[in-house]
């Protein structure tokens, strides 16, 4: 069945580039696209960006500057670095099959 | 960015009642509007996709409607799982981007 888990550091320090990972299985991801989406603490969901089917890549502008999506199709994988984090960026991170299908999400703290 | 209005953002309600959960767009959506539920913990799951659709697996009684601008979820009677947070996620244009959420909870 279709499975996706995040991991990742759970605390980066302010100013500190993020890298998280998303595991796939049950799905290719040369035949579909995985989206990053993320939701700080008592707030609302944000996307942030996806990389589609052929390896291309779209970001949420507000984001865009800062965010990197990428993949080893070799090993099931999706990868998202952000970098300059704020505690602002303290959020539930989760990646998504298209719109269908989630994580578990990943806790991400910025603090010192 | 479209901007996408939930409400209510919070629903009390009783098992077997009959609730309405909506969603309003900044601009026309062409009914790429999605509704998720998620409990606390869990991943969010995808209850309807394309405005009114229902996902695989989920029972019968959710169902989506609306277009253009406007759009509803409708919950024919509550069941004691159901009392979760529910959102809904246009796709229609980057960026995505998704209601404030609807937490429902036991009257």
């Known amino acids: 069945q279709v499975q996706l888990k995040e991991s990742g550091p759970g605390l980066v320090q302010p100013s500190q580039t993020l890298s998280l990972t998303c595991t796939v299985s049950g799905f290719s991801l040369t035949s579909n696209s995985v989206s990053w989406v993320r939701q700080p603490p008592g707030k609302g969901l944000e996307w942030m960006g996806a990389i589609w089917s052929g390896g291309s890549t779209d970001y949420n502008s507000a984001l865009k500057s800062r965010l990197s999506i990428s993949r080893d199709t070799s090993k099931s994988q999706v990868f998202l670095k952000m970098n300059s984090l704020q505690t602002e960026d303290t959020a539930i991170y989760f990646c998504t099959r298209g719109s269908s299908y989630w994580g578990q999400g990943v806790m991400v703290t910025v603090s010192s | 960015d479209i901007q996408m209005t939930q409400s209510p953002s919070f629903l009390s309600a009783s098992v077997g009642d009959r609730v309405t959960i909506n969603c309003k767009a900044s601009q026309n959506i062409n009914k790429y509007l999605n509704w998720y539920q998620q409990k606390l913990g869990e991943a969010p799951k995808r209850l309807i996709y394309?405005?009114?659709n229902l996902q695989t697996g989920i029972p019968s009684r959710f169902s989506g409607s609306g277009s253009g601008t406007d759009y509803t979820l409708t919950i024919s009677s509550l069941q004691p799982e159901d009392f979760a947070t529910y959102f809904c996620l246009q796709h229609n244009s980057f960026p995505w981007t998704f209601g404030g959420g609807t937490k429902l909870e036991l009257k």
């Open positions: 394309n405005t009114n």
